[in-house]
């Protein structure tokens, strides 16, 4: 069964261009998250959608946005870039959404990652 | 807001040894909880999740926890260690909302041989 993949596995841009990636979940989930790894901040969510919807959002600038297409298939794009947004972009799925109140849980699965130089 | 805070920033053991990596959660509510693993040059992989039931889950490689809901705590243990542990250890909990995961900033250890 094929993991989460996510390309480009890296990438250098500069300060003001915008950078899209890209993350293929594992077949059959269809809840797909973000995350933003970086050494001073560690791992920050940044959005997740589900059935093409976002559902929830973290506290990022409008820069950051996403997508989810109808096979599940998920875009982030970040404009304007900023030196602070060099970091490790890790795309998770997984295959319920879990209803709040607990009980059941979305067990995330993470891809390798998207490395976003900003110079 | 929910925060989760690891107590250890670095740990440094010998193999053999054994490991208790601290994780404290603020939430008041019902909660999910898992530590993730990342080895050097991998991706994040789940260790281990509680839900609910009893409070000692056992996961991957050897791993426990134990959930303490009054000291809203879940920390992982391994009786002995090995250099293969030598990785990077984050623990989250869910959001209230149950779509998306705090994590706390991650505890590297460090096994040496």
């Known amino acids: 069964k094929a993991g989460v993949t996510q390309t480009p596995r890296y990438l250098i841009k500069t300060r003001g261009q915008q950078v899209t990636l890209s993350c293929s979940p594992i077949?059959?989930?269809?809840?797909v998250s973000w995350y933003q790894q970086t050494p001073g901040q560690g791992l920050q969510f940044l959005f997740e959608?589900?059935?093409?919807?976002?559902?929830n959002k973290g506290n990022f600038p409008g820069r950051f946005s996403g997508r989810q297409f109808s096979n599940s298939r998920s875009e982030m794009n970040v404009s304007t870039l900023e030196l602070g947004d060099s970091a490790l972009y890790l795309c998770?799925?997984?295959?319920?959404?879990?209803?709040?109140?607990?009980?059941?849980?979305?067990?995330?699965?993470f891809g390798a990652g998207s490395r976003l130089t900003v110079l | 807001a929910q925060s989760v805070s690891q107590h250890n920033h670095h740990v440094i053991l010998s193999e053999a040894a054994s490991l208790e990596l601290g994780c404290n959660y603020s939430?008041?509510?019902?909660?999910?909880l898992f530590w993730y693993v990342q080895y050097p040059g991998q991706h994040l992989q789940l260790l281990l999740k509680?839900?609910?039931?009893?409070?000692l889950v056992k996961g991957i490689k050897g791993f426990e926890a134990e959930f303490i809901k009054s000291k809203f705590s879940f920390n992982l243990r391994k009786p002995s260690v090995q250099w293969s542990d030598t990785a990077e250890y984050f623990c989250a909990v869910n959001n209230q909302a149950g779509t998306a995961l705090i994590f706390g900033k991650g505890t590297t250890l460090s096994v040496s041989s």
């Open positions: 959608y589900f059935s093409e919807t976002q559902r």
């Open positions: 939430y008041g509510g019902t909660v999910n």
């Open positions: 509680y839900f609910s039931g009893d409070p």
């Open positions: 998770a799925s997984s295959l319920t959404v879990v209803s709040a109140g607990g009980g059941g849980a979305n067990v995330l699965t």
């Open positions: 077949s059959g989930h269809r809840s």
